[in-house]
């Protein structure tokens, strides 16, 4: 096909957009690692120990592909997964998907927000819910008055504040030599409590969020470059997918090992301590300082606060990204709120639904895992049609996956499709 042809080499406009688009796979990573993605972890170090360590390298190959691959995806055809999904399939499976998506970002919208104010709360003695609508109203600001480069330029500084788990991590002083062997050496047990956070630990690195954002900031950085009408999105180069390839690897290291570090704190101090009862990141953050130092805890508590403030954006945006997409709507960041009112209108209402589940009295935990069964029924479809998209000629054109890619892109699909069925079984139990 024409707009899949291989450029000899990349006209200076191209080549700004590449440098320009990297650390899309940073901010991606980094929204991965949310708050209720560290309070996962968090429990994982915290009634385990060290166990759980071996996960971050096994689970690294994974996140890279299916990121990649809807990267891929937008790269090469000039719109969004769900844009892609409705020109291709029926829409009857379409709008299942959707629902899906946009319930499981939304109720996680709205936890991430709660574990925001419950961290806050830490510095600011004030009601959460009062904190919870301040945050809300901060973020929205933010996405509907800020241009596009702005808000990924913020994103990209947001990311960094994760690395206060390093810094928490190395302040627990862990036994460095029983954290190699338990990074190199798989610890498998059998009872359900482990099962259960192993399936825990999956669902939160390889979450549907991620793989929406990751399809819909390669086309904004397109129109960001000038490449408004579709047509001229369309197509990629080998060297554009290489570096898109490096940068979605830089991204996912980055998130891996804020994981491997969120276990290690909390394994190197509270399990040890016998303290294996937390139930959200706030939690965690309160818990290690009398184990670690202060300093600890509220490092731990300051990576929660910036990963929520760039994970709810990533959540509320994807969601208004993947609705209007289905029902053929204009969106996008790059558009100014009267050119594309129903994707702003979609931010605002989502931002709020999200807000507001902190006002009904549900267990954010509950809410949590409840996101956790949606996202169970729509992950895995939309892994197997990132899959099968991505090599289906008629979409891709010379751009279809190379074996390597396939056989990681296929590995992960069994993956998450076993871990869902198992979360889901135990929900239903």
Request: charged share 15%; aromatic share 10%.
């Amino acid at each position: 096909m024409a707009f899949a042809k291989t450029a000899v080499a990349a006209p200076p406009r191209k080549q700004r957009r590449i440098l320009r688009s990297l650390g899309l796979g940073l901010i991606t990573g980094a929204a991965d690692d949310d708050c209720s993605a560290i309070g996962t972890f968090a429990q994982a170090g915290a009634k385990f120990g060290y166990a759980f360590l071996w996960m971050a390298p096994l689970l690294l190959p994974m996140m890279v592909s299916v990121v990649y691959l809807s990267g891929k995806l937008g790269q090469v055809t000039g719109e969004g997964l769900f844009a892609v999904i409705r020109r291709h399939y029926s829409r009857p499976f379409l709008y299942l998907v959707l629902v899906g998506a946009v319930v499981g970002n939304t109720i996680e919208a709205g936890a991430d927000i709660g574990a925001m104010a419950a961290a806050l709360q830490m510095f600011i003695p004030v009601s959460a819910k009062i904190i919870a609508v301040v945050i809300a109203l901060t973020i929205l600001v933010v996405q509907i008055w800020g241009s596009y480069t702005f808000i990924r330029n913020t994103l990209r500084v947001l990311a960094l504040s994760l690395l206060a788990y390093v810094v928490s991590a190395f302040l627990a002083h862990p036994d460095w030599p029983q954290v190699a062997k338990s990074t190199l050496l798989p610890t498998v047990r059998s009872g359900k409590d482990f099962l259960a956070m192993t399936v825990a630990m999956i669902g939160a690195s390889l979450s549907a969020y991620i793989y929406t954002w990751q399809s819909n900031e390669e086309v904004e950085e397109k129109i960001a470059a000038g490449q408004s009408e579709l047509h001229d999105r369309k197509g990629t180069t080998r060297a554009e997918l290489k570096t898109s390839l490096w940068d979605v690897i830089v991204g996912m290291v980055f998130s891996s090992s804020i994981m491997y570090f969120v276990v290690l704190a909390t394994g190197a101090t509270l399990f040890h301590a016998g303290k294996t009862e937390i139930t959200s990141a706030a939690d965690a953050a309160q818990a290690l300082r009398p184990f670690a130092g202060h300093v600890a805890g509220l490092l731990f508590a300051l990576g929660m606060i910036g990963v929520g403030a760039l994970a709810v954006p990533v959540m509320t945006t994807g969601a208004a990204y993947d609705l209007c997409q289905s029902f053929g709507w204009e969106y996008g960041l790059s558009r100014k709120p009267w050119k594309a009112k129903g994707f702003y209108i979609a931010i605002i209402f989502f931002s709020g639904v999200a807000v507001g589940l902190n006002f009904t009295g549900i267990n954010p935990m509950k809410a949590l895992v409840f996101a956790g069964v949606v996202q169970g029924f729509s992950t895995p479809p939309l892994l197997l049609l990132i899959l099968l998209m991505t090599n289906r000629q008629r979409i891709m054109g010379q751009r279809t996956n190379h074996r390597v890619m396939n056989v990681l892109g296929w590995a992960t699909t069994v993956v998450i499709f076993l871990a869902s069925a198992a979360l889901l079984i135990r929900w239903v139990t």
